[in-house]
């Protein structure tokens, strides 16, 4: 049938006059759809509309799974030379044809089908996915600022209904095969080895949905169904982001609600809207966030960390969380405190953690079995990594280490999860301090995906390098900070929120600060991130960076942490928590926001970050970028607050900042690092990525 032509990315095959067509990308361990697979598929697809096979079976020869997308990189240069709408409706056209084909055509899922692939086994009459817990089928686009271009939109909600359809798209929430069935998305499920045998199977049985399955997504989708739905989705939308911060999940709807029963016209509106969302700010910087997160990704890739048993000793909040987790992700674990009774609560939390994220009760059972106490720390003897998780003292630290370094094998490392204390300081006495370094997890350790790893002079790159593999196996995003007061997040963390606590003292609401802070674009206002994070916790990083920054703890700390009130854990603070939420006051209508009430929190980030970067805390200023994201929740559609100054102006930004030293004192100066080379360079140029 495909006599005479050559396929770099296509393999086919033909049996019985069923043909299979498997996506093997040339040079790349995924397979992300590039405009040349396109460009392959269109001529496939032009010869099977000419021999009308008696059935089309789609699948994938990556063990990775089916596609993870399109390929971003490319779509980033249509970007930069406008030719989006082109790239776009020419991929629509490749995936239009395959729909049209007069024979039965199913898509042979496993693994990750991400994106552009899942709107390619959209245009297929069926879909046959493998049951098992790697199958993930999701349309993400979201995440990059845009929404799916090559016909997700106009497709997924005419197949399953628009109320299942929008939320996956809204949020970009991936699928399993068994959530993808009783959507409605794929059409059965089986045992992966049986994958395409089954698929052979349904290409005979012919397509058939449920009548009322049909009936609810028809129903859905009529002109007065899009009329009433809309505004009702895009009010639950706004109450979660804002419309000129991400403007894609606005014009998600929108895109939907405008499209009629013909599918010609719902793609003309999906390219069209692709193409201008492109030109966006937020989809250039969320673009470029997606390239920071794979080069921490790739971070202690090919290198075997050698750590199957990891020591954990502390079993508070941070230490039992770190031990859970590194249990979860499958290693052996030992956790140690003093008393039993210490450990309890963290082995009762790991179990609510594989509970939740575990499905059957084996693999919990599993889990929690490779998470043991070890009151007595025997442990330490036979584990790889033991990482100290004790409370901020500089000297119980060193008098911990001197009593379980002598236990080390040859190659252990020692690890602390300090949060500021400089590693210089804690190295001191040690036998080994090539093999000690610094693991910094955020709190909730489940939920927050960046790690500090902590350097210091005196540190082994190869124990670095397994380090940052430990972290990759743990599916973290590990980022390497020199190990001065404060590593990376919490020195600029810090005067955020010391300036957020200062200004609640002066008598600005809790509210209106918290409300200002979102309006920027930060996940969490900073009154109720301090009460989250613990008064506690906040007075005793505050007290050790305070110096080094050149700032002061606010009045009003030490009140709150005397009379028992630390924030969230104990349901009083600076609010007061019922049920894991905070229940903030009321503002006086009357109540005047004080114009540069924005600036003052948010440039004394900016000012530090800089710093920083100045002072070498990290490689360059990318990975500064990915690592206040990923570690504080930096506004994501900024960018990271280099690349803000960047597009807010570095000049512009600098005057600001003087303007605020001038009226509210020193500590607004700008700091050394503002004259940085990097300040000046593209933001938008890809962070150096390999193609796969």
């Not at 990315?9 to 396109?38: C, F, G, M």
């Not at 059935?55 to 030379?81: M, N």
């Not at 570095?650 to 009226?663: F, G, I, P, S």
């Amino acid at each position: 049938m495909f006599e005479g032509l050559r396929f770099n990315h296509w393999k086919t095959s033909e049996d019985d006059n069923v043909v299979t067509l498997t996506l093997d990308r040339a040079n790349s361990s995924v397979n992300a759809i590039s405009r040349a697979v396109l460009d392959e598929l269109e001529q496939i697809v032009e010869r099977l509309a000419i021999d009308r096979p008696a059935g089309v079976i789609i699948h994938s020869a990556k063990p990775s799974g089916f596609a993870v997308g399109a390929d971003i990189k490319e779509f980033v240069e249509y970007a930069r030379h406008d030719t989006v709408l082109e790239n776009i409706e020419h991929g629509q056209r490749v995936y239009e044809a395959l729909a049209q084909l007069p024979c039965p055509t199913v898509a042979a899922i496993h693994g990750a089908c991400m994106g552009g692939g899942t709107e390619l086994v959209l245009a297929c009459r069926q879909r046959i996915a493998a049951d098992d817990d790697k199958t993930r089928i999701a349309l993400p686009e979201v995440m990059l600022g845009i929404h799916p271009g090559w016909g997700g939109t106009a497709r997924l909600p005419r197949l399953i209904g628009a109320t299942e359809a929008l939320p996956l798209m809204l949020t970009g929430k991936s699928l399993s095969a068994r959530r993808a069935l009783g959507l409605g998305v794929v059409d059965r499920i089986v045992a992966p080895a049986e994958l395409l045998a089954e698929a052979r199977l349904m290409l005979r049985r012919g397509a058939s949905r449920p009548f009322a399955r049909r009936v609810r997504a028809w129903a859905s989708n009529t002109w007065l169904a899009r009329q009433m739905l809309a505004p009702v989705m895009l009010k639950q939308t706004a109450a979660k982001v804002r419309k000129e911060h991400y403007p894609a999940p606005f014009a998600t709807i929108d895109v939907w609600k405008r499209g009629g029963s013909s599918i010609r016209q719902r793609l003309k509106i999906e390219a069209r809207s692709v193409a201008k969302l492109a030109r966006t700010p937020t989809a250039q910087n969320l673009i470029r966030i997606f390239f920071l997160q794979e080069r921490l990704k790739g971070q202690g890739a090919g290198v075997d960390a050698g750590i199957r048993h990891v020591h954990v000793v502390g079993a508070g909040v941070m230490g039992g969380d770190i031990a859970a987790w590194a249990a979860f992700k499958g290693f052996e674990v030992t956790l140690q405190d003093r008393e039993m009774k210490f450990i309890q609560p963290a082995l009762d939390r790991a179990r609510e953690l594989y509970e939740k994220k575990l499905k059957t009760p084996e693999k919990v059972a599993a889990a929690t079995a490779r998470l043991r106490a070890d009151v007595e720390g025997n442990g330490v003897a036979s584990a790889e990594l033991a990482i100290e998780a004790i409370y901020e003292n500089a000297d119980a630290k060193r008098a911990l280490y001197g009593k379980i370094e002598p236990q080390f094998g040859a190659d252990e490392i020692l690890a602390s999860n300090t949060s500021s204390i400089p590693l210089d300081q804690l190295r001191e006495g040690l036998k080994a301090p090539q093999r000690f370094l610094g693991l910094h997890f955020f709190n909730p350790v489940a939920q927050m995906p960046l790690v500090e790893v902590v350097r210091h002079d005196q540190l082994d790159p190869a124990v670095e390098k397994r380090a940052l593999a430990f972290c990759k196996a743990i599916g973290k995003l590990p980022v390497a900070v020199k190990g001065t007061p404060g590593f990376l997040v919490n020195r600029i963390l810090m005067p955020y929120l010391l300036e957020a606590l200062r200004l609640y003292s002066e008598g600005v609401p809790g509210p209106v600060l918290d409300r200002e802070a979102r309006k920027f674009g930060m996940p969490m206002g900073p009154i109720e991130l301090a009460d989250t994070v613990g008064l506690d916790v906040c007075a005793s990083v505050g007290r050790e960076l305070a110096p080094f920054l050149g700032l002061e703890v606010p009045p009003g700390l030490d009140e709150k942490l005397d009379a028992g009130k630390r924030g969230k854990k104990d349901g009083q603070g600076l609010y007061v928590w019922q049920d894991g939420k905070p229940q903030k006051p009321e503002v006086d209508q009357h109540y005047v926001t004080p114009p540069d009430l924005q600036d003052r929190m948010i440039l004394p980030m900016v000012n530090e970050a800089i710093a920083c970067l100045a002072d070498g805390v990290v490689d360059d200023a990318d990975l500064l970028d990915a690592g206040v994201i990923f570690g504080t929740g930096f506004a994501p559609f900024r960018g990271g607050p280099i690349q803000y100054a960047r597009s807010e102006g570095v000049d512009k930004l600098k005057a600001r900042l003087e303007q605020l030293a001038q009226r509210h004192g020193p500590r607004f100066l700008p700091k050394n690092g503002w004259d940085h080379p990097a300040l000046a360079q593209d933001g938008l140029a890809l962070p150096g990525v390999s193609a796969d």
